[in-house]
């Protein structure tokens, strides 16, 4: 068995390996590159190097396994060749599902509105461009293959691919049903991590889930986005207590923070209940996750990933004026955020940054996205409360130490971070 590392060994984000032996091979995530990770690439020149690795050791047997559906991950699934079967858990379709289907509707109304007023034909010609992208991606999902998320009581079932076997098992990200793989062939058994971490509402069964399955491994494929970090990650019930303090002191408060991650939203939901403030969002994406969400995994986790927010219009505002309230955001909503935040009184008013610090302090990532700059400055009251998706320095040591794998390949890390 071989196993090749595309693109990952020195940058965050943009994953691609290759595992395969004399008739079969899997490709593990074909991820997007990060902005301010790895060479910008446009969309031609990603197709290009997808086309180029499917040319090279072509075998009887291919597949495609992603391990969740953030970008730098899955985001070239549309450049796969068509007779390449595509695997992801049934969570991150769904979440894709959600993310292409609120596009195809944005881009779709949009063409709609510039056909009716006079605009210039570049506009229109790339609206017109996001309509057609969405929907190839819209239809290009309904042919991936899924697997669902086993009970931890339960061994998950096992996927062949010629003479590979590939066994998925859920871990805990900053996204919803994140998984890590176990791959079989030739004698040798190899575990790819994914992105995980141990600090989230979910991730109480890493290690238990390696103590049991991971045994013999000959190769530990780990992420290391962390390597470089000292700090130590809190726990989501820690996000959620600080959040919960901070809510108390002001009587309108925004959270910037993302639409995919359920264990944030869980976070920011249970601080909203225990400040007394009602929970609103903006975004009809974020409803549309809430609700899947909810509809998946509310009663199996007792109600803590239920969710039944106030979905926010101007009606709505003299009734919060009175209660107060949290909102949660992302920067798609901003010029909406700032006609809102001009009707309310500044001291009154929180933003809860709970992303990742470096969008904002990276001079690098500020150059090339400077939306979340730009939204923090909209506030005179910012605090920063957040941990990471990622596994801190410690709970890699953790990992490695329980599988005790004869090799270790460290992957989506920085060029010059080291284990």
Request: some cysteine; overall charge negative.
């Amino acid at each position: 068995m071989n196993i090749k590392i595309h693109r990952g060994l020195d940058q965050i984000g943009g994953c691609i390996t290759e595992i395969s032996t004399e008739t079969s091979r899997v490709f593990i995530d074909f991820g997007q590159n990060l902005p301010g990770n790895g060479k910008p690439t446009t969309p031609e020149e990603d197709e290009v190097l997808v086309t180029q690795i499917f040319a090279q050791n072509k075998k009887q047997h291919e597949a495609v396994f992603y391990t969740h559906g953030h970008e730098d991950h899955v985001g070239l699934f549309e450049y796969i060749p068509e007779d390449v079967p595509q695997y992801m858990s049934e969570g991150t379709k769904g979440l894709l599902e959600i993310k292409y289907d609120v596009l195809y509707e944005g881009a779709d109304l949009k063409v709609n509105e510039l056909l009716e007023n006079e605009c210039d034909s570049q506009e229109y010609s790339d609206a017109l461009n996001r309509l057609i992208s969405a929907d190839n991606k819209c239809k290009l999902l309904n042919k991936i293959e899924v697997w669902q998320r086993t009970s931890p009581r339960k061994v998950p079932e096992s996927i062949c691919i010629g003479d590979i076997k590939v066994t998925p098992f859920f871990n805990c990200h900053s996204i919803y049903d994140s998984h890590m793989f176990l791959i079989e062939a030739d004698g040798k058994r190899i575990w790819h991590m994914g992105d995980y971490r141990e600090h989230g509402y979910m991730g109480k069964g890493l290690i238990p889930t390696l103590k049991k399955y991971a045994t013999d491994i000959d190769v530990l494929i780990t992420e290391g986005t962390m390597l470089k970090r000292d700090d130590k990650c809190i726990h989501e019930q820690i996000v959620s207590y600080k959040m919960q303090n901070v809510m108390k002191a002001f009587k309108y408060v925004f959270v910037l923070a993302s639409a995919t991650d359920i264990e944030r939203l869980a976070a920011i939901k249970q601080a909203s209940i225990d400040a007394a403030k009602p929970l609103c969002i903006w975004s009809l994406f974020m409803k549309k996750t809430m609700a899947y969400f909810t509809e998946c995994e509310s009663k199996q986790s007792k109600g803590l990933f239920s969710f039944e927010p106030l979905f926010y219009n101007d009606r709505l505002l003299k009734k919060l004026k009175q209660t107060g309230m949290t909102m949660v955001v992302g920067t798609s909503q901003m010029e909406r955020v700032k006609g809102l935040l001009d009707k309310l009184p500044q001291e009154e008013t929180l933003l809860i940054y709970s992303s990742w610090d470096g969008y904002y302090k990276d001079p690098e990532q500020v150059k090339i996205n400077p939306k979340y700059k730009e939204f923090r400055d909209m506030f005179h009251n910012v605090v920063d409360i957040h941990t990471s998706g990622h596994a801190d320095r410690q709970t890699i040591e953790k990992v490695i130490k329980t599988v005790k794998p004869k090799e270790v390949i460290c992957i989506h890390k920085e060029a010059d971070a080291e284990l």
